[in-house]
């Protein structure tokens, strides 16, 4: 008996496959229309509910510009908008010379231990921004071992806010000038210094003009920040009225969401004019080194070096200072009376409801944000760079992509609870959950992750794809296997972005949790508002401790990655 087997041709086979497998112009198109719908859903539609709200009444009838015409009207809140702008002018101008001399110290000069000052001078983006508050209020508030320096002045108010801010947005002016003077021809101070010119000639010549374009984005980014942050006011504001605190009496305090959306589009306003004069700055910038350029290299000074790293010492020492002192106060049994160790502020369960609950949570939406976000931030970054498909839908996409950096949290969560939180909004099932604080931090860090990722995918020659396409391999596998290898280290990097941020944010969550994803940041909001402030320092510390130590992990990731999948970029 024979067995007869029927064999269909190897070509019919190879296109009945072919038919399976969806075109590779299908699958980059499918997920550039996906990355559109989420940057839509995410952060262009609730922004157009807050910019609708404002023109609505309590009944939901359009009104015109009444509402503003009553914000106006109120001298109160007037004196809101001007005590915002006064602290963020303020405490620009306090900032960026501050910053400048500590990044100038740290690339222009031959001081030791750089990397530990640089270290210090970042401690407090492991931080919530109001941290810094509370060990202000330890150190000059009304039980504080420094009051007297205030000379019968009180920290509630101005001067606590505007002392906060320079802290708080010490390390993000740094970041900035580090790298804007970092990139510098020595060609021109060669040729300076055999001309014989003085060294404050050079200064205000070579080096000012050199980083003009990095200390206009510092100063922006820093009025920006300043004007739009909630926590700091909220804690040690007292009576002085600002905008971020404004937008929170009007939505939590008063139901008032008419005027919280007047008071978010108006906060609004300086955070894009800031963007729009950044970007029309930054296109005249020019490039600062040429292929004949010979890098910097400053020479020793024993004077000046030691100048340096005096003041360097100084101001990280002050900035240390403001982490520190919450730290330690989180370990006092009772300020500043009882001022012998104890673990008790840390029982949470005393001091919240919720207990441990709102540090765990924070973890774990951290976590989720930084693995989602990470892949949703690449893989979009990869389709609009690397891929041909919809030239339209891709520019679109990445003008959304563009958007969250000139929106500031606050204004970004108040449009989250008139476009998730409306009746008529089938996605409400979402609101006060934990998939909408993850989809609001990713969209609120969105800007800075795509930049990052663009900047790594713009590095690698479009050979590879051009390779690809001609040995008939489909973009997902040179994505799998060449492009996500090579941009390991820019990949973790976002990932860690994100986590941090995820931890420490609260203007961006304070209008989002529920009872059950209140998050650890907004637990110190309301454990200060109860009086236990020692309570709000030991959670701030754990945040502080768990953020630090994701970055550690990080850096032993980096050179495990760096070991393993960039062994390519050693000589």
């Known amino acids: 008996m024979s067995l007869t087997v029927s064999r269909q041709p190897t070509g019919a086979i190879s296109r009945r496959r072919a038919l399976l497998i969806p075109s590779e112009n299908f699958v980059a198109g499918a997920l550039v229309v996906l990355l559109s719908a989420f940057l839509l859903i995410s952060i262009a539609l609730p922004l157009y509910a807050l910019l609708s709200k404002s023109f609505l009444n309590r009944q939901g009838e359009f009104v015109g510009l009444e509402n503003y015409a009553a914000y106006f009207a109120n001298p109160i809140l007037v004196d809101s908008l001007f005590n915002s702008l006064f602290i963020a002018a303020l405490s620009t101008a306090i900032v960026i010379p501050l910053a400048f001399t500590y990044a100038y110290a740290l690339t222009r000069t031959c001081m030791p231990a750089k990397p530990l000052f640089y270290a210090l001078a970042l401690l407090p983006l492991f931080a919530p921004s109001l941290m810094s508050a509370l060990s202000l209020v330890y150190i000059f ?169 005096a003041y360097c010492l100084v101001v990280a020492f002050l900035v240390a200072a403001a982490l520190g002192v919450a730290v330690w106060a989180s370990f006092i049994t009772y300020w500043p009376w009882n001022l012998s160790f104890t673990t008790a502020n840390y029982n949470f369960p005393r001091f919240e409801p919720a207990g441990w609950n709102p540090y765990f949570t924070s973890v774990k939406m951290a976590a989720l944000a930084s693995i989602i976000g990470t892949v949703v931030i690449f893989t979009g970054a990869y389709v609009i760079e690397k891929t041909k498909a919809f030239p339209m839908a891709r520019g679109f996409a990445h003008f959304l992509a563009m958007l969250p950096v000139a929106v500031p949290g606050l204004v970004l969560g108040l449009g989250y609870v008139f476009f998730f939180n409306a009746p008529w909004n089938p996605l409400n099932i979402f609101y006060a959950t934990l998939t909408i604080l993850v989809v609001n931090t990713i969209t609120h860090f969105f800007t800075v992750s795509h930049i990052t990722a663009l900047t790594a995918l713009k590095q690698i020659d479009r050979e590879f794809e051009s390779v690809s396409a001609s040995l008939k391999v489909p973009f997902w596998n040179t994505f799998r296997r060449v492009t996500v290898p090579i941009c390991l280290p820019a990949i973790l990097d976002i990932a860690v972005y994100l986590f941090i941020n995820a931890m420490t944010t609260v203007s961006a969550v304070i209008f989002l949790y529920g009872a059950h994803t209140k998050l650890a940041s907004i637990s110190i909001v309301h454990m200060d508002e109860a009086g236990f402030i020692a309570a709000a320092a030991a959670m701030a510390t754990l945040i502080v401790a768990t953020s630090i130590g994701v970055k550690a992990l990080h850096i032993v990731l980096d050179r495990y990655v760096l070991a393993r999948f960039q062994f390519w970029r050693r000589k």
């Open 141 to 309: 508030g009304n039980q504080g071992f420094l009051r007297g320096l205030l000379f019968g002045n009180t920290i509630y108010g101005p001067i606590g806010i505007t002392i906060a801010q320079v802290t708080y947005t010490f390390p993000h002016a740094v970041l900035i000038l580090v790298t804007a003077l970092g990139l510098s021809d020595g060609r021109l101070y060669e040729v300076a210094n055999a001309l014989g010119t003085p060294k404050t000639r050079i200064f205000r010549t070579v080096t000012l003009p050199g980083a003009q374009y990095g200390l206009i984005s510092a100063s922006f980014v820093v009025f920006t920040l300043v004007i739009t942050d909630f926590g700091i006011p909220k804690v040690i504001g007292g009576q002085y009225n600002v905008l971020a605190t404004d937008v929170y009496r009007a939505v939590v305090g008063q139901q008032n969401f008419e005027r919280g959306a007047v008071v978010g589009m108006i906060l609004l306003v300086p955070a894009v004019l800031a963007f729009a004069v950044d970007r029309l700055v930054n296109r005249r910038q020019v490039a600062l080194l040429s292929a004949r350029a010979v890098p910097y290299q400053p020479a020793p000074n024993t004077a000046r070096d030691m100048g340096f790293v």
